[in-house]
């Protein structure tokens, strides 16, 4: 059996994290990462966002992490088992690798309505999004389900390449709960304008496939046609492997430490699939390569504890945002804005503590905000007006 330093499960973007906080503390060890896709470690918001709207190269996606002396990749490999007294992973063909330190990064998995298919695809995978990209050679009719982040970057990216969206979401308005009701209204106005139908209060119960197409059955008892679907419906964590070997709570997700260790002291876990204290599955960037690199820093002997608080981002045309922290607007919110709808900051007060911040065509405010959200005193519209702008030449 060969025995790596590190064994890594998962080949995303805190795999790739991890090799880099593994490499700041030891140099030489031997690493091997395990990927069940046929690609190395690539980046994943651009699978709704710039790899649509902005003709980024397919090529600028991929991570570099596996190119660095002494780290192995098995892509098109799919984990088996985990022993954790062997401290082996089991590979497909009975093939068996030890590890003396193993870091789970497997991620999370589309929640699928229909399994896919010629006329239905799922985002989350550059294998899904290149299949997609083939069938929207030419222009198409295509059913957007899902009222949440990837349906609304979905509906936002293909209707601005010129296909005719249908966006079928449950909620009574887009992004309800989430933006104040004026803002929403706002940009759903804009999807509106460049052509996308908009059915609320439209939860999908089932889509049937046939050669015409698809055809989308909500619990209203409506039926919606297109040409093909796209679903963004939730997620699952890839759970399966920590599970089986007694590393998974009952919710789902792997249970680890404040230093993101599981309760195998030689078994850590990162990303998506990984479930902290009190906490819940975490789905972002910043989040997945935060969390990745201290993992990676601790498996090679660090011991620190993972704090951050982690921002998200999305872009749906000319708007774009950067968030951080509690964003429910049954919140008091207070609107700080330099153009209404078009630039300006939003603050989300739970009673008099701020909770949540959002920048709305404001850049690189998310450290400023951060230190808002840190402070212990009492705010109100008062005191945080101004606090956060563009910088201006």
């Known amino acids: 059996m060969e025995t790596y330093d590190y064994v890594i499960v998962g080949a995303g973007m805190a795999a790739d994290a991890a090799i880099a906080g593994i490499r700041r503390h030891d140099q030489d060890g031997t690493i091997l990462v395990i990927g069940d896709e046929h690609f190395p470690p690539y980046q994943k918001p651009p699978l709704s966002k710039k790899l649509w709207m902005e003709d980024m190269r397919m090529e ?37 690798v030890g590890y003396k330190k193993l870091m789970l990064a497997m991620g999370a998995r589309p929640r699928r309505l229909v399994p896919p298919s010629d006329a239905v695809y799922y985002v989350g995978s550059l294998t899904e999004h290149i299949r997609l990209f083939r069938a929207l050679s030419s222009s198409r009719h295509v059913l957007v389900v899902g009222g949440g982040f990837i349906g609304a970057e979905m509906a936002a990216a293909l209707s601005s390449k010129g296909h005719q969206v249908t966006w079928l979401l449950q909620e009574d308005y887009p992004f309800q709960g989430f933006f104040p009701k004026n803002l929403a209204d706002y940009v759903a106005a804009e999807y509106r304008r460049r052509g996308v139908v908009i059915a609320a209060n439209q939860a999908v119960a089932h889509i049937d496939v046939d050669a015409q197409g698809v055809k989308a059955l909500t619990h209203t008892s409506k039926v919606f046609m297109g040409d093909l679907a796209v679903l963004g419906v939730g997620v699952i964590p890839n759970d399966d492997l920590a599970r089986n070997a007694g590393l998974a709570g009952e919710s789902g997700g792997v249970l680890v430490n404040e230093e993101l260790c599981s309760s195998d002291p030689r078994v850590w876990a990162a990303g998506d699939v990984a479930i902290m204290p009190g906490g819940s599955f975490m789905m972002h960037e910043d989040h997945a390569v935060t969390q990745g690199k201290i993992a990676g820093e601790n498996m090679a002997g660090s011991h620190k504890a993972y704090t951050h608080q ?63 959200l840190q402070q212990d005193s009492s705010m109100d519209g008062t005191t945080l007006i101004g606090k956060i702008r563009n910088a201006r030449e």
Do not use: C, M
């Open 60 to 96: 600028d996606v991929f991570l570099r992490g596996v190119g660095r002396p002494g780290v192995h990749l098995r892509t098109g490999t799919k984990a088996q088992g985990l022993d954790l007294a062997r401290q082996a992973v089991t590979l497909p063909d009975s093939l068996t």
């Open 310 to 372: 982690s921002f998200f981002y999305s872009d749906l045309y000319h708007f774009g945002y950067e968030a951080i922290g509690r964003l429910d607007a049954n919140l008091s919110v207070v609107e700080d804005w330099v153009i209404f709808g078009e630039e300006g900051v939003l603050y989300y007060l739970d009673g008099k503590r701020l909770v949540g911040v959002l920048n709305w065509n404001v850049w690189d405010g998310i450290p400023k905000a951060r230190r808002l």
